[in-house]
């Protein structure tokens, strides 16, 4: 494999907290960081011209529509608009038709995902329970060895408090990771939209921070008495976060995710019943908003996911409370991410952290590094560019983003995987 | 071994002599009794491959099962062990008794123990049952297996099954493993192994370990592969298909892959280990038949047989306990 040498280029490594000039080599690992006069013989050499360099991004949270709803998402189109957002790994959730709840489904994803997404690593999260049901605890222990990453009961929340309970503690065995939405169904139902003034004003049913809230407590006890390794995925209130600070600081095994979506936006995005920005858990205040940021800068926070939920048009253009929750995110993950680096508000290595390295480690990935043998999976970035984006153009199959006609910062010029170039093709 | 105390006796002077009215859980046991049973056995078993099979130790007395969960083998067991010693055994079970119409566990220990027996040996699906009867009845009473409590019988049987194919149990790494948390017999087994100076290791998926099992004087492992490295023994727990709807792991076929004793995973543990089962058997869930059927490596036959020796010395031993006055 012909090696590549970028030059000129600002390293962000995920591992330290200021960025450096410098160079990095790479064939399918990485060779060499930092002060590098040359590359060997034949080496292609590219000029960052003071571009970013950095680890591919790790998706945590992405739902493709393969197998059963290929005209929301395939494995080839996800492929591509993650190669474009400079995603180079990405976990699926589980909630497609059929459920990823069987060892062959596990294979099956791998299998194909692998031939048809153009280099991108798309790795399976598998159902926590049963057709996800929140009854039945799936085959934790073959589902792992067959390849499945995590396990996660998708958008359905497990009410039932002893089956997460049996779930976690099974889980135990096997060392294996437990996504769970923090959202007690029972308060949630109904609700579209954060519980507010904003939905009094429009009308429509709320989905009090307390669903959160409440639910995150219990999940909390229950990875405590269990021992069990709890992902808390897309904490979207300030309630959820002080119960999280408390059971790290006693050393419970539970860490947790934002999609970028609760970072950057907030329940005033959905004014004009503005189906696009209707997503779950819902945009919240303001407040909210500044909390989960805070979080991310402080690491309380440790993983920032795209939360990408294909939804064609006929889903979304409906009243507001029959629009289907969702949006697009993988290629605006990077952007929407770095708006918080340019506000002053998060440091770059550490933003970068909860998208490449938090991920790596969570999931015993060997990627997420900047660092010598690490994965030549990078990116080129030209952090400080500025786009208008026209969600007509994205990649992706379906084009719900809330960043429509939005203007963000941040292009991926190139993305490699293993050293070979996937993004531009 | 230690001077044995003034309550005990050895075989070779006759039938053990008992410290105590009632066989409930073996922490009732010291090693010594324990011992004493066991030699007491030793003399009976070769009763079984005699032309008659019967002795008179225990004639005129009335041994009564009363068994408020099916069971084949403790059952028939007990009934064999009682008639070889010459005592009357009268059957009762769920279906046949009064309990089926209503009547209270206390009302049937009334009931029976107007009719004067000996000994009651006692199956019920609720910890703490054989203890309750013990204390509203004059006989001897026998834990036949408690709810999830205790079967202390079962694990006198395993115990003289191990000492007379290894010798002695002192010292030997004895792994149990499958569903710790509902089984009787483990926690029976867990004490008698502990008492005889075994190290014990308990295996199985976290949601089917009792809490606090490594402060039983276990170690636990919910890898079979690390708990199984220098077994001498492997005992072997049967898995109730209902737990799976209960929740407690999801699938046969995903219990048998980790948790199911096949030639492989034995091979994990002490050259010519044995392997043991309470029975009755889920072929497939916990066990291969390849493993179970292997007579090289499966005591679980000979543990049916010994079954019945042990309990004609503890039979002996409690009506012994209940002629001279003895009782604690």
Known sequence: ?425 | MAQRPSGTKKNDSGPVRFRHKHLLAIGDLDRFEVAALLDRAETFEPLLEQKVKKLNALHGRTLINLFFENSTRTQSSFELAGKRMGADVVNMSVKSSSVAKGETLIDTAATLNAMRPDLLVVRHGASGAAELLARKVDCAVINAGDGQHEHPTQALLDAFTIRRRLGAIEGLTIAICGDVQHSRVARSNVALLNMLGARVHLIGPPTLMPAGAEHWGARVFHDMREGLKGADVVMMLRVQRERMDGGYFPSAREYFWFYGLDEDKLKLAKPGALVMHPGPMNRGVEIDSNVADNPNVSLIETQVRMGVAVRMAVLEALAESGANGERV
Do not use: C, W
């Open chain 1, 1 to 425: 494999m012909r090696p590549i040498l970028i030059t000129n280029a600002t390293l962000v490594d995920p591992a330290k907290n200021k960025v450096e000039r410098g160079a990095v080599l790479f064939a399918d690992k990485i060779l060499a960081i930092g002060d590098i006069a040359s590359g060997p013989d034949g080496a292609e050499v590219v000029d960052a011209e003071g571009a970013h360099i950095m680890p591919g991004l790790i998706d945590m949270r992405v739902v493709i529509g393969e197998p059963g709803a290929e005209h929301k998402e395939t494995f080839k189109s996800a492929g591509r608009a993650a190669a474009a957002g400079g995603v180079t790994t990405l976990v699926m959730m589980p909630n497609t038709t059929p459920v990823i709840d069987d060892q062959s489904l596990v294979d099956f994803v791998l299998r194909r995902a692998g031939d048809r997404s153009g280099g991108v690593h798309i790795l399976p999260a598998a159902a926590l329970t049963k057709n996800l049901d929140g009854a039945l605890m799936t085959e934790i222990g073959l589902l792992a060895e067959a390849g499945a990453v995590m396990f996660s009961n998708g958008d359905r929340p497990i009410a039932d408090t002893r089956v997460l309970l049996r779930a976690l503690k099974y889980a135990t065995a096997f060392g294996a990771l437990i996504a769970h939405r923090p959202e007690d169904p029972y308060l949630a139902e109904g609700g579209v939209m954060h519980h507010g003034e904003l939905a009094a004003r429009l009308g429509l049913a709320g989905i009090p921070s307390a669903a959160e809230g409440i639910m995150a407590r219990r999940d909390l006890e229950l990875a405590e008495l269990t021992g069990g390794r709890l992902l808390m995925d897309m904490l979207s209130t300030a309630e959820a976060l002080r119960p999280l600070v408390r059971a790290k600081a006693r050393g419970v095994k539970a860490v947790a995710s934002v999609n970028v979506h609760h970072l950057v936006l907030n329940e005033n995005d959905v004014d004009g019943y503005r189906t696009f920005a209707k997503l779950s858990p819902p945009l919240r205040s303001e407040g909210d908003r500044v909390a989960l940021v805070e979080a991310v800068r402080e690491g309380v926070i440790d993983v920032i996911v795209s939360g990408h939920d294909p939804r064609p048009a006929e889903d979304k253009r409906l009243p507001f409370a029959e629009a289907a929750f969702g949006a697009v995110g993988l290629e605006t993950l990077l952007p929407g991410a770095l708006s918080l680096y340019h506000k002053g508000d998060v440091a770059l290595p550490a933003l970068i952290r909860a998208m490449t390295m938090r991920p790596a480690e969570i999931l015993n990935l060997p990627q997420g590094r900047l660092a010598k043998g690490a994965p030549a999976d990078l990116i080129l970035v030209d952090v400080g560019a500025p786009f208008k984006l026209d969600s007509d153009k994205l990649r992706s199959k379906s084009n719900n983003s809330p960043f429509d006609e939005k203007t963000l910062q941040g292009i991926v010029k190139r993305t490699f995987v293993g050293g070979r170039t996937i993004f531009p093709v």
